[in-house]
């Protein structure tokens, strides 16, 4: 009877560590926003193959809700960006550098496209800073663009 109470108290122990409640998890208000949002890297191609092209930039941190979306307007023609892609990130506060990563869906081989981003707050409101035009041209079948630079290995402490 010991084993079996033993059994059950640490099961429901568990089962509160492990879940939510409501009384632990606390939505933090706003961060104060940015007195302005600045693209300090990029927008650059990232990587492009036959199924998906990433376009990276990296912002001073943008404050205001934590729930964010990098977008990015495209198209084949410089006045006509006429589709658009955006991928969620959820800021750190802690860091005063954000970095937006957008998934473009598959795009034709050999075909130059033009881009611009910016990026928004889950309520939809701009945090005011949009780049220029920019371009790239997709790689022909089973061919890879890669810019971005390797990232160093972690090193064994």
Do not use: C
């Not at 568990?14 to 693209?39: F, N, T």
């Not at 307007?73 to 860091?95: C, F, V």
């Not at 050999?110 to 041209?137: H, L």
């Amino acid at each position: 009877m010991k084993r079996v109470l033993f059994a059950l108290a640490i099961s429901v122990l568990s089962g509160s560590l492990l879940s939510s409640s409501p009384a632990i998890a606390q939505l933090l208000p706003p961060a104060k926003k940015a007195a302005r949002v600045q693209i300090t890297e990029g927008p650059a191609l990232e990587l492009s193959n036959g199924y998906l092209t990433i376009i990276r930039w990296t912002t001073n941190n943008p404050g205001g809700s934590d729930e964010h979306f990098g977008v990015v307007q495209y198209g084949t023609d410089p006045k006509n960006l006429n589709e658009m892609a955006k991928s969620h990130i959820r800021l750190n506060r802690g860091h005063s550098d954000t970095v937006f990563r957008v998934r473009l869906g598959a795009l034709k081989p050999k075909t130059t496209y033009y881009y611009k981003v910016t990026s928004i707050e889950s309520n939809g409101k701009s945090d005011g800073e949009e780049s220029a035009v920019n371009r790239f041209t997709t790689p022909g079948p089973g061919e890879v663009i890669a810019t971005s630079p390797p990232q160093p290995a972690p090193q064994a402490k």
